[in-house]
């Protein structure tokens, strides 16, 4: 299903070892490999001299030591968090601890809706509920360090705090788990929403920058050409829900076992959860219709 998307998934880099991406622009992996991280998390540290780290990744003390090493020498003024799963913000309170840095982020962690009743979060142990940032920033909000300036750009979707950011100087993006080269990015309800995330990508289509540097997996070059891939791909699968769907009412595990063929056995829940994202903004919309709330497991059919 997603094959329309040109994946690259070349990362020829050892964990916790440092590399310059781009001019000013270095990056630490964290040894946290997995099915959602692919090879494991991208702390970056961007500047020389007096520099800033955005997302200091898990709480994995061999990447804590591995990025304050990258910095030895060097002063960070700033640490910005692009979201908090605990794949990206843990080791914070540590580099802020050691460094004496201020801490950037949208907020805290929240879902994108309340919880219906009796639904319980099936994400709540991905979540970084600890987090706080020292500065709350709102989209479109600058912050100047010595020698860049960095543009913070709400993009909520994969979690409702989700913060890329802009380094003006070099036109790219720190775009964190919103789009990545190697998959397609995790729209999870509770904590993740498909409009606000298709809201977002078509916000990043009509910006200027023309490199991200993602959360996870290479770089990403050409991104609003990738932005549109990604848009059509969402709205393929879409089609792909209601297509379903007109076969009559049916269920997520029977959705599931229909589209995404030959999918990784560990990404089966996930894919559940993306369906159930795709059905909730498709019942706002009045599309499709369900008994009370949508839910993971109730019964969908189109509307009348
Ligand atoms: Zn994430």
């Known amino acids: 299903m997603s094959e329309d998307i040109p994946f690259n998934k070349t990362l020829d880099l050892a964990p916790d070892t440092v590399d310059e991406v781009a001019p000013q622009v270095r990056r630490v992996m964290a040894n946290n490999p997995g099915p959602f991280t692919f090879k494991g998390t991208l702390s970056y540290i ?37 979201h908090t799963h605990r794949d990206h913000s843990p080791a914070t309170p540590a580099i802020k601890a050691a460094t004496g840095a201020t801490v950037y982020a949208e907020g805290p962690h929240r879902a994108a809706r309340p919880l219906h009743i009796g639904e319980h979060n099936p994400l709540d142990a991905s ?69 606000d995330y298709m809201a977002s990508l078509e ?44 076969k009559g009412e049916t269920d997520i595990p029977t959705i599931v076992r229909a589209i995404y063929i030959g999918i990784d056995p560990r990404l089966t829940g996930a894919a559940g959860l993306s369906v159930l994202a795709h059905l909730e903004d498709l019942v706002a919309r009045g599309l499709v219709e369900t008994e009370g709330q949508p839910a993971i497991d109730g019964v969908y059919r189109l509307a009348r």
Do not use: C, Q
């Open 203 to 246: 916000k990043l289509r009509k910006r200027s920058e023309t490199l991200y540097l993602p959360g996870h997996g290479p770089a990403i070059k050409d991104a609003p050409r990738f932005v549109n891939y990604y848009i059509l791909h969402r709205k393929a699968r879409e089609a792909s829900i209601l297509h379903r769907l007109g």
């Open 46 to 82: 961007l500047g020389r001299g007096k520099v800033a780290i955005v997302d200091p990744g898990p709480d994995d003390p061999a990447h804590i030591h591995a990025l304050l090493e990258a910095v030895r020498g060097e002063t960070v003024t700033h640490i910005f968090v692009t």
């Open 127 to 195: 979540a970084d509920h600890d987090f706080m940032p020292d500065v709350r920033l709102k989209d479109g909000e600058i912050v100047s360090g010595e020698g860049w300036t960095i543009e913070a750009v709400a993009t909520p979707g994969h979690t409702a705090n989700h913060m890329a950011y802009a380094y003006k100087e070099k036109n790219l993006l720190f775009v964190g788990d919103h789009v990545m080269a190697w998959a397609t990015s995790i729209v999870a309800p509770p904590d993740g929403a498909m409009s």
